[in-house]
Structures are given as structure tokens and as C-alpha cells.
């Protein structure tokens, strides 16, 4: 025989133990008669074993150690065979199959009610005494409601001054409302207060009787607690007072909604207090439940009128777009269907409520109430965090780090924030419907799936640390160079070229880590991955040699500052005006007006026409037969004339240099000077210092020749003898 749990026991003592006290317990309790001739034998083979059980027994440590083994097997014996989840899930619904059939039973009790609630209507009206008792209730229930009316409308009367400075304030921010409003709020319980003063204290001077005094007191406390309800919705809504208004609504709907929920919210009261009324009077407890359904039916009624009235109003509310992209696809999602959803919800919570599932109404409404309350103020505190987040933003000590992220850290901090207070609401809300989080989360599956979910995020939060360093690091750079505001442009322009590439390049490397996290925490080997990308990589870089040609040497180009957004370059035949710079090739364009895109690897030799300074070449040709030295001075006088004029001060920095006399041509003497220039403004002053050389040099008379050319026809003249 086998016992389980010894199969793998360790030394040499067990199998012989067990076998000793197997046999011992048979002698203990006597063996049957049919086999005692057996057992003998058996005891008198098994007597080896018999005596390592006795040493065994004798030894305190080895037989501390066995008892601890029966015990263990004792145990594993008695407990109960696991159940599978799919045990699990049938009892659950067979659950509530039984609990179904017994809601639809109570229902069919309290349908049969209906012809009880119709008898006792019928003795309240027949019956004298019922009359004279209920004719009763109702002369003192007006009496206390007039008192109790009379003194809230005279603490409303002398209130009105109060309300009337306060509702003329205008808040400069949202959040200042909510002071305002509850300012408000405790101005409007007052009269509510004077009314249960009145109320109770006239039907304690009226002493009626037990019936009827109970009666009136349920009345009285169901307009108590109607007008209470009825100020908590002004409140939210302030129909009258836009200023103090805490929901972003408009006056029409303010009032509008004001009123059906008023509606909504005396017919649930006031149909209550009324069956308990009916109750007192007489009615008996299955008619009851039949006024309560109704009531219940009339209270679902109105709320899906409110849900169709409101569902485009709501749908536009909820499209409001968020910080977070998910945030937005969901709200637009819900926007679409957020009205189906809930008339299903009305329709079931009156089949609850009808059904009289034990807690069931109170347990749907508390957890609607939390959710509700959670994500509106998730709503409202991601809004309001806004403003506070552009503030810090704009704060010295980040500003002084990273001045020009402020956009950039704005969205981040806001994403952020949304993420902590949305995930807030929604734990909220788990808790409120009850979901078991923290005991699924205990399970090694929950476990697994936490550690896993924090390992991820660490290693976004990480990566995005890093993305924004690098975006820092950047804007030091940029505001911290040296060098005056030409050269900081120019190497913003440099920059800004390599900063989207190198960007790119960084977000695919932090993403391919995080990717890599990724499939580690979700049980992915991801070296086949890896070495699928090494294949691909080489198979791109020998099938496109000449892209990573022009990458290298575009990249080579601007970290060497060969040219700029707005440079005047020659590049092989091309010259113009460089438009934009990419890592793999340049765009020009041209005087013409076209538009020239070169490859970095067919860039040879490149011309840069406008880099740091310029020369406005001072060349002209003038007739062999003039004076030099004054056509040089005429030069200089032009020259410095230009320099002079307040448009061309401050384009030419030096004074004209002349070089002198150059060449000498076919028809001139070239005499060649030069003016120093701010670059790409060399063409600018060579046009205007053209002009007015020519018409120096026509003043004066100095001659620019035109190409000439002398032809001398040679004539033979022949003897006479020659002619004979």
C-alpha cells in the first residue's frame, strides 16, 4: 500500500516505518479470523521493519518528524477536491436562476396587490370614517404647511437683499464659484429651516391624533426633504444666477433642466411619503408595493425623457477633447451611445426596483453616484489644472532650463496629470460597483500582470525622461551659444536641420528598448526579433548604398556649416537661393524661379556665395588714352559717395579697396577694385555703385569703350612690266 505524499520520502526508514505501523495497527485492532494465519506470516517477514519502527518511536527527533507526516497526510486527506472554475460559473448561475425566479414571484405577488390597492380606494370613499379621519389629516396638514409656508416665505422676503449682493458678483476665475455658490446655498436653506420650524411647531400645538399626527409628520417630512433636494439642484444648476453656476450650461437649459429634475425628484418623494401615508390609513402592504411600483414607473418615465430630451447636448459635452488621445477616442464612442446606455439603465433599475432584489436598488444607485461624482470631478480638475499647469510652466526655474518647451512640457504635465486623476475616478468607480481588485490582484495571474504593468511604465517613464533631456539639452544649446545674433541664427538653422533626424533616430532606439521591455514582461523571447532586424538591416544597407551615401554626406554638410536656409550657393551647374535642407538632399532655387533638388551624393563642390561677408567687385574698363590716376579717384569719390548714402551705410562695413590697374584688354585698361559687403548684399551694391560710376564717368568724360576693331587693307601694286 502506497500513502500519498511518501512515494519521494527521504532515507532509508520510511518504507519499512510505514509498513511496521501498518501492521502494527492491524495487531492493535485485531485482524479478521479468515486471515490471522496470513497476518502472522506477514508480521513474522515484516519483523525488520517492525523493530526500525520501534527505534524510530523510541527516538524523540524521528518521531517528532513522523508525526509531523501524519499529520501533513491527515490533512491532504481531508481537504476537499479543488474546484474548476467551470464548478465555479455553473453555481453562479444557477444562483441566479433561483434568486430570478424568486424576483418573479415577489412580482406576481405584488401584481396580484393591485386589485387590494382598488378595494381600499374604494372603503376610503365609502366608508364614513375613513372619510371624517382622512378629511381630518387633510385640514391639519394644511395648517401645518401654511405656517410652515408663511414663515418661509418671510425668511425668503428678508433675504432678498443678501442674495441680491451676492448675486452680483462676478467670479474672475471658474473655481471661484464654488465659495460663491455655497455662499448661496447656505442664504437658501435658511427659509427651508424657518419652514421645518413652522412646520413642527404648529403640529405640536395641535396635538392631533396618533393617525392623523402621523400622517401629517410623514407628509411634512417628505416637503421637507423635497425642498432640501430641490436646493441641492439649484445649486449645481443656479437657474437664476449664471455667475454662480458650477456646470458650463446655458440659461435655457439651466432652467429647463432645473425643472425636470424638480419633477423627477418630488414625484420619487412625494409618491413615497404618500404610500407610507396610505399605509397608516389603512392600505394594505401588497397595495402598497403596487403604489410604489407605479410611483417608480412614472419617476423612470420622466428620467428617460430627460436622457432623450438632453442627448445631443450631453453627446456635444462628452466630444470635448482631452490630452489624452484614448481619453478622446472613448468620449467619442460614449458620446454616440451614452443615451442607449442609459435608458437600458433606467429600464434596469425598475425591473430591480420591481423585482424587490434585496439591496439592489441601493447598491445601483450608490455605485452610479460615486462613478458619476468621480470621473465629473476628475472632469473638472483636469480642466482647472490648465491654467495652473501654464503658470508653473512659465515659472523662472523652467523657463531658465528649457526656454522655448514650454508648449511641449505643458502637454506633457497635462497628460500626466489626466492619466493620475482619471485612473483615480476609474479605481473609485471599481470600488463603488464592488469589483474584487485587490483579491484578483493577489493571485499570481494579478501578480504577474501588476509587475509586469509597473515594469512597462517605468520603462515609458524612462524613455520619456530621456526624449525631454535631449529636447532640454537642445534648447541650452541653442540659447547658450556664443557668438552674436547672425551666428546664433545660423546655427538655430543648423540645428533645427539635424534635430528632427536625430530625434527620429533616438525615438526608434528608446522605442525599440521599450518594445524590448515589453515582450521580456509578457514572456516574449525577443533575440528572434532582434536578429530579424539585424537580417533586415543589412539587406537595407547593401540594396541602398546610395541613400546612407547621401545621409553620410548630407549629415557631413551641416555639422561642417558648409551652407544654410538661405544661403546663395553654386553647387556643379546650379546655383540659387537654398530653400531647404534635408539629410539627404538640397533644394534650390534658382533667379529664374525654378526649383532645383540635389542629391547630397552628386554634390561634388559646393559654392557658397554669401558666407560671413561678400565683395561687390569695382571693375571697369576704361580708353587707352585716359588719365589712370584720375579714373581711380573718380572711382574712390563713387565709391565712398555710396558708402555715405544712410540705405547702403550699413550694408558696406569697409572702404573701397582699390586694387588698381589689372589688364590690359583689346579695347580698355581694366582697372579693378572692390567694396566689402554683409552677405547676399554684394549684388545690391554692385547695381547701385554701377550706376553711379557711369554716370561719374559721363560727367567728367572719361571714356568706357565699346569693343573696336581696326581693319587695314593691304594693296598690291603691280609693275607695268608685269602688265605687258
Known amino acids: 500500500m502506497k500513502l500519498p505524499g511518501w512515494g519521494q520520502a527521504s532515507g532509508p526508514w520510511p518504507r519499512a516505518m510505514l509498513t511496521a505501523a501498518w501492521i502494527g495497527l492491524l495487531a492493535v485492532t485485531g485482524a479478521p479470523p479468515a486471515t490471522a494465519q496470513t497476518s502472522a506470516e506477514s508480521t513474522a517477514q515484516a519483523r525488520p521493519e517492525i523493530e526500525a519502527l520501534i527505534h524510530v518511536l523510541e527516538d524523540p527527533a524521528q518521531r517528532a518528524v513522523l508525526i509531523e507526516k ?11 477536491p479543488a474546484r474548476t472554475a467551470g464548478a465555479k460559473l455553473l453555481d453562479a448561475i444557477a444562483g441566479g436562476l433561483i434568486e430570478a425566479r424568486a424576483a418573479m414571484s415577489d412580482a406576481a405577488t405584488a401584481a396580484r396587490g393591485a386589485g387590494k390597492l382598488v378595494d381600499w380606494l374604494r372603503r376610503q370613499i365609502a366608508d364614513s370614517t375613513s372619510r371624517a379621519s382622512l378629511l381630518d389629516a387633510l385640514l391639519q396638514l394644511v395648517l401645518v404647511l401654511g405656517v410652515g409656508v408663511l414663515a418661509e416665505r418671510l425668511v425668503a422676503w428678508l433675504l432678498l437683499q443678501p442674495q441680491g449682493r451676492l448675486a452680483q458678483l462676478a467670479p474672475r476665475r471658474p473655481w471661484h464659484r464654488l465659495p460663491l455658490a455655497v455662499g448661496g446655498s447656505s442664504l ?60 458650463p450650461i446655458g440659461d435655457e437649459v439651466a432652467a429647463s433642466l432645473h425643472r425636470r429634475l424638480r419633477w423627477i425628484v418630488n414625484a420619487a418623494i412625494y409618491g413615497y411619503v404618500g404610500a407610507e401615508a396610505a399605509l397608516l390609513l389603512g392600505l394594505p402592504p401588497a397595495g402598497q408595493v403596487v403604489w410604489l411600483d407605479i410611483v417608480g414607473l412614472v419617476v423612470v418615465a420622466l428620467l428617460a425623457a430627460t436622457v432623450l430630451r438632453y442627448r445631443a447636448g450631453v453627446a456635444a459635452w462628452l466630444r470635448t477633447p482631452s490630452p489624452l488621445p484614448w481619453l478622446n477616442e472613448l468620449r467619442r464612442v460614449t458620446a454616440s451611445l451614452w443615451h442607449v446606455a442609459a435608458l437600458v439603465y433606467v429600464a434596469a433599475l425598475y425591473l430591480i426596483w420591481v423585482a424587490r432584489v434585496p439591496g439592489g436598488v441601493a447598491y445601483l444607485l450608490q455605485a452610479t453616484a460615486v462613478t458619476l461624482i468621480a470621473f465629473v470631478a476628475a472632469t473638472a480638475l483636469t480642466r482647472l489644472a490648465g491654467p495652473v499647469l501654464s503658470r508653473v510652466s512659465r515659472a523662472r526655474a523652467l523657463t531658465e532650463v528649457a526656454p522655448s518647451g514650454e508648449g511641449r512640457f505643458v502637454a506633457a504635465l497635462r497628460v500626466v496629470a489626466a492619466s493620475v486623476v482619471y485612473g483615480a475616478a476609474l479605481l473609485a468607480s471599481l470600488w463603488a460597483w464592488q469589483v474584487p481588485l485587490e483579491s484578483w490582484l493577489a493571485t499570481p495571474i494579478g501578480l ?53 533626424v536625430l530625434r527620429k533616430i533616438m525615438l526608434w532606439i528608446l522605442a525599440s528598448v521599450v518594445v524590448i521591455v515589453v515582450m521580456s514582461e509578457l514572456g516574449i523571447d525577443p533575440a528572434p526579433l532582434i536578429a530579424a532586424a539585424g537580417v533586415a538591416g543589412i539587406a537595407i544597407g547593401l540594396g541602398a548604398q546610395s541613400l546612407i551615401k547621401d545621409l553620410v554626406t548630407g549629415i557631413s554638410h551641416i555639422l561642417e556649416d558648409t551652407f544654410a536656409v538661405g544661403d546663395v550657393v553654386r553647387v556643379g551647374d546650379f546655383s540659387g537661393v537654398v530653400e531647404g535642407i534635408s539629410i539627404r538632399a538640397v533644394r534650390l532655387r534658382d533667379l529664374d524661379g525654378a526649383v532645383h533638388t540635389i542629391p547630397f551624393s552628386a554634390v561634388a563642390v559646393v559654392t557658397n556665395l554669401t558666407k560671413e561677408y561678400a565683395f561687390a567687385p569695382l571693375d571697369v574698363g576704361v580708353a587707352y588714352g585716359e588719365d589712370l590716376d584720375r579714373v581711380m579717384a573718380t572711382i574712390r569719390e563713387v565709391a565712398a559717395g555710396l558708402r555715405a548714402d544712410p540705405a547702403f551705410t550699413a550694408l558696406i562695413p569697409e572702404e573701397a579697396e582699390i586694387l588698381g590697374v589689372d589688364a590690359f584688354q583689346d579695347s580698355s585698361v581694366l582697372v579693378r577694385g572692390r567694396l566689402k559687403t554683409l552677405p547676399g548684399q554684394q549684388w545690391v551694391v554692385a547695381r547701385e555703385y554701377r550706376r553711379r560710376l557711369k554716370l561719374a564717368f559721363d560727367a567728367k568724360g572719361i571714356e568706357i569703350p565699346y569693343p573696336q576693331r581696326t581693319v587695314h587693307t593691304r594693296v598690291e601694286v603691280v609693275p607695268p612690266a608685269a602688265l605687258d
Do not use: M
Open 70 to 80: 501524519l499529520h501533513a497526510i491527515a490533512d491532504e486527506q481531508s481537504a476537499p
Open 448 to 500: 504577474r500582470l501588476l509587475g509586469s504593468t509597473l515594469i512597462i511604465g517605468l520603462a515609458a517613464l524612462v524613455a520619456t525622461a530621456i526624449w525631454e533631456a535631449i529636447g532640454v539639452l537642445i534648447d541650452r544649446h541653442l540659447r547658450r551659444g556664443p557668438g552674436s545674433s547672425a551666428e546664433k541664427s545660423r546655427r538655430r538653422a543648423r540645428i533645427e536641420t539635424l534635430v528632427p
Open 188 to 247: 437658501a436653506v435658511l427659509p427651508v429651516v424657518a419652514f421645518a420650524a413652522g412646520a413642527y411647531l404648529t403640529l405640536t400645538w395641535l396635538d392631533p391624533s396618533r393617525e392623523a399626527g402621523l400622517i401629517v409628520l410623514a407628509l411634512v417630512n417628505g416637503s421637507l426633504l423635497a425642498r432640501l433636494a430641490g436646493l441641492l439642484v439649484s445649486a449645481v444648476l443656479a437657474p437664476r444666477s449664471p455667475q454662480l453656476r458650477l456646470l
